[in-house]
T-cell receptor, first 108, second 114 residues
């Protein structure tokens, strides 16, 4: 079993709609969590850090469920520019584990 | 502007040749990392360094070597012993920002070995 698992997608989302997807992790001792955004053939860019039960930044909301060992990312009012791959990253005692990413495609 | 630079952006080599990828940061971060990314897979850690003159193997260190002689620089050498060197290589550094420990990436080097 992978340490961090994500649905690869793609999630096809009409512009203006809401999309949400999860990431599960296997190490219950993980301390912190991150969502990165990666555009095609570019480096990952930090989108949000999740240190407690959740975090909200504009149209993006991340939630952490420690009991079920997953984090989620919700994007409201999707824009065409939100099309990207979203990487879930889990920090366990200083070691980062990366998911393979969830692809989101926002369509006009 | 603070950031991480990697060069070159694209690199082509013949099989059997060693190649060194550059990574420089001016964020004053102590920790630096090298990852490789293959299509459809998550990033995998090659080497990391928490402080100058010290570095540790990651999950897939075989066929790679690094040095950390300066805080700002963490070059990666892909040796001829690396069986599948063609990949997207990402350098990162970590530091505290707003009370949180976060990791930032350079733009990457896409290596093709034929």
């Amino acid at each position: 079993r992978k340490e961090v698992e994500q649905d690869p997608g793609p999630f096809n989302v009409p512009e203006g709609a809401t999309v949400a997807f999860n990431c599960t992790y296997s190490n219950s001792a993980s301390q912190s969590f991150f969502w990165y955004r990666q555009d095609c053939r570019k480096e990952p860019k930090l989108l949000m850090s999740v240190y407690s039960s959740g975090n909200e930044d504009g149209r993006f909301t991340a939630q952490l469920n420690r009991a079920s060992q997953y984090i989620s990312l919700l994007i409201r009012d999707s824009k065409l520019s939100d099309s990207a791959t979203y990487l879930c990253v889990v920090n366990s005692w200083g070691k980062l584990q990366f998911g393979a990413g969830t692809q989101v495609v926002v369509t006009p | 502007d603070g950031g991480i630079t990697q060069s070159p952006k694209y690199l082509f080599r013949k099989e059997g040749q060693n190649v060194t990828l550059s990574c420089e940061q001016n964020l004053n971060h102590d920790a630096m990392y090298w990852y490789r990314q293959d299509p459809g897979q998550g990033l995998r850690l090659i080497y990391y360094s928490q402080i100058v003159n010290d570095f540790q193997k990651g999950d897939i260190a075989e066929g790679y070597s690094v040095s950390r002689e300066k805080k700002e620089s963490f070059p990666l050498t892909v040796t001829s012993a690396q069986k599948n060197p063609t990949a997207f290589y990402l350098c990162a550094s970590s530091g505290y920002r707003g009370g949180y420990y976060e990791q930032y990436f350079g733009p990457g080097t896409r290596l093709t070995v034929t």
